[in-house]
């Protein structure tokens, strides 16, 4: 069992940065790989990026690459996504979420965050 708890969320005007946390409990978070993924109301909850059990290898949606980076530090059982020249467009809730494998699809992550709120106004 893995609990995640975002943080970091916020206001920001365009053009402005955020990092968001992810926390995971357990002492097994090296084994998971963690995505990021974003839901606008009225929206599917999409993929945003995507970073694998050593964090060697990321993967970044179309939509945010250039602009997002994904990390994570295994000693410290956390994953960040870095949010830089950001866009209306951007405002979503932010979810992160653990897989046993690394993947884009929602249904390989088994774990997920409650969410954290991005608002970019222009």
């Known amino acids: 069992q893995v609990q995640l708890v975002e943080s970091g969320g916020g206001s920001v005007q365009a053009g402005g940065s955020l990092r968001l946390s992810c926390a995971a409990s357990?002492?097994?978070?090296?084994?998971?790989?963690m995505g990021w993924f974003r839901q606008a109301p009225g929206k599917e909850r999409e993929f945003v990026a995507g970073?694998?059990?050593?964090?060697?290898?990321?993967y970044d949606a179309d939509s945010v690459k250039g602009r997002f980076t994904v990390s994570r530090d295994n000693a410290k059982n956390t994953v960040y996504l870095q949010m830089n020249s950001l866009k209306p467009e951007d405002t979503a809730v932010y979810y992160c979420?653990?897989?046993?494998?690394?993947?884009?699809?929602?249904?390989?992550?088994?774990?997920w965050g409650q969410g954290t709120q991005v608002t970019v106004s222009s």
């Open positions: 970073i694998s059990w050593s964090g060697g290898t990321t």
């Open positions: 979420a653990a897989s046993r494998r690394f993947g884009v699809p929602r249904d390989v992550y088994d774990y």
């Open positions: 357990g002492r097994t978070f090296s084994s998971y790989a």
